[in-house]
Structure formats: structure tokens, C-alpha cells
């Protein structure tokens, strides 16, 4: 009797295994009707899955049953699905059904709470009878502000402040012998300077640099391959940026270290080093090199 039973419950999860992978081609193929069929199974036999659950109110809103769509997306919002996505889906059926005012006060509380929902929004056609709409516009102005606030350049100048390091780079030492290159570019949404540096004896180094809205700095993270890792922190001083970090000298002793960037004309920045032994009461020169825009140069 025990092997009957044990063979029967096995058939039953292989045939529930069968049924999700039948569910999930079903999809991922944008076969509607037949993925809201088989998700509408699985949620009777895993009622508490909010994944089944979410896929069976999209796969019913594709096939224009917006009632179940509706029933779906709430109850897979109730059981913790991502809650984001749960509300979009909400909202679009929602925007579907005439209930536009249901759809815009979801959306403007994902805004409000700082959901990166735009992109997703954006390409879904279920919202285009308020796309025109202010409410509309305004809530997703405010999440693409929210989650690239670097890209809004006017609202947000303190991230363009290091802008005039950006590009590419023939660098001097003094005296004009050439001592290496560098590619500092925007990356991650225009919030990041990444600086790519090579020497000429090839030894290469990365930097990032990145403005910190909350504390108000500054910051670069400085590695290269000789294992040399420094952390700056600074901020604007008139047109030159200027970074402190704390380091040690040869010796093994604590010791200052200033960086300082000076904006020169002739498409110039002039990047200067100083290192203090007693706190910052003096300072010894410990690089002065000029960066030459590589284009500039071959004028």
C-alpha cells in the first residue's frame, strides 16, 4: 500500500513539474490564453505563490480578461510579490478599464516613493489613454529624475562639478616629458568619473569618483597594479577641486596627502600632489603633471 501511495504522490509532482514548465513556455512565448490557463491551475494547487499569481494577472490582461487581471495582480500583491511590479501591473489595468484615476494615484505613489518604475511604464501600451495626462507626465518625470538624478544636470549642478576631467588625455610631468595617458569618462548613469590611467613603463590605475549627496563631498577611490590603494575625500575650493586623503610615508608613518585639480586653459588641467609629515603644517611637492586633451593636441 506504501508503495502505491509513494508512487502515486510521485506522479503528482511530476506532473505538477510538467505543468509549471508547461506554464512558463507558455509565457515566455506570449501564448496568453494558454498561460492564463495554466497559471490559473497552478494558483489552485499553490494558492500562497504570488509568482503564479502575478503571471496569471498579466497573462489575463494580455487575453483582455481585466476582471481576473485585476483579482490576480491584487492578490499577488497581497502575498509580497515584488510590490513594484505588482502595482504596475495594478495600475494597468486600471488605465485599461476607464479607472484612471485609480491608475495615477498608483503610479504617483510609486513616484512618490521613489519606485524606478518609468522605463517599465514607458513601454507598457496599457497606459497610453493617460499618457498625455499631467498627473502622468509629472510621475514620471519624477522617477526618471529619482533614479538618475546625475543626468539632470540642472536640478542637480553639484554632479557636473568635476565634468572638466572628463575625456581623453596625453599627461606631462614637469618639464614636458610625457608620462602617460588617461580616459576619464561618465559611467552608471553619468554619476561616476572613472578614470582609466597608463604610465609609460605600462603599469595602469583606475579611479572613481563620484559626488556624495548626503555628506556633502567629494569622493575618489584610487587602485593600481602595484597594489596602492587611496581613498580621497574634497570638494570644490573656487574652479579647482581639491582632495585630502590620509596616508604613510615611507617610514610607515602617518602623513597627509593633498591632490588638488586645477582647470587651466587651452583644454588643460593641471593635477598636483603634495604629501605633509606634520599634519598639514607643510607640504612637499609629490607630482605636478598637466593633462592635455588629446584632441586639443592634435591641432
Known amino acids: 500500500m506504501r508503495s502505491v ?103 504617483e505613489a510609486l513616484a512618490k516613493n521613489g519606485a524606478p518604475a518609468a522605463t517599465m511604464i514607458e513601454g507598457d501600451a496599457a497606459f497610453k489613454s493617460i499618457s498625455a495626462q499631467p498627473r502622468f507626465v509629472a510621475a514620471l518625470d519624477s522617477m526618471k529624475e529619482q533614479s538618475a538624478p546625475c543626468k539632470y544636470h540642472e536640478k542637480h549642478p553639484k554632479y557636473r562639478e568635476f565634468d572638466f576631467w572628463v575625456g581623453d588625455w596625453d599627461v606631462y610631468g614637469k618639464g614636458g616629458a610625457l608620462s602617460g595617458r588617461s580616459h576619464v569618462e561618465l559611467i552608471i548613469g553619468d554619476c561616476v568619473i572613472n578614470e582609466n590611467w597608463t604610465d609609460m613603463a605600462g603599469g595602469v590605475g583606475k579611479s572613481y569618483n563620484k559626488y556624495n549627496a548626503p555628506l556633502k563631498r567629494w569622493e575618489q577611490y584610487w587602485v593600481d597594479q602595484y597594489g596602492s590603494t587611496t581613498y580621497y575625500v574634497g570638494n570644490l575650493e573656487g574652479p579647482n577641486m581639491v582632495f585630502l586623503a590620509d596616508g604613510q610615508n615611507p617610514a610607515g608613518k602617518p602623513q597627509k596627502l593633498r591632490m588638488t585639480f586645477f582647470p587651466l586653459p587651452g ?33
Do not use: C, H
Not at 491551475?41 to 509568482?51: D, F, I
Not at 607630482?287 to 588629446?294: A, E, G, H, K
Open 5 to 107: 501511495l509513494l508512487i502515486a504522490v510521485m506522479l503528482s509532482g511530476l506532473a505538477f513539474a510538467d505543468d509549471v514548465e508547461s506554464a512558463q513556455k507558455a509565457y515566455d512565448g506570449k501564448q496568453w490564453t494558454a498561460a492564463a490557463d495554466l497559471y490559473g491551475k497552478l494558483t489552485q494547487s499553490e494558492p500562497k505563490n504570488p509568482l503564479y499569481w502575478y503571471r496569471l494577472g498579466y497573462s489575463a490582461r494580455e487575453t483582455g480578461d481585466l476582471a481576473k487581471a485585476e483579482s490576480a495582480f491584487t492578490q499577488s500583491a497581497q502575498l509580497g510579490f515584488q510590490p513594484m511590479m505588482a502595482r504596475v501591473g495594478l495600475a494597468s489595468v486600471y488605465s485599461l478599464n476607464g479607472k484612471s484615476d485609480k491608475a495615477l494615484e498608483i503610479i
Open 267 to 299: 583644454d588643460k588641467v593641471r593635477q598636483f600632489g603634495e604629501t605633509s609629515d606634520d599634519d598639514g603644517k607643510t607640504w612637499a611637492v609629490s607630482f605636478d603633471l598637466t593633462y592635455v586633451r588629446q584632441k586639443a593636441a592634435a591641432k
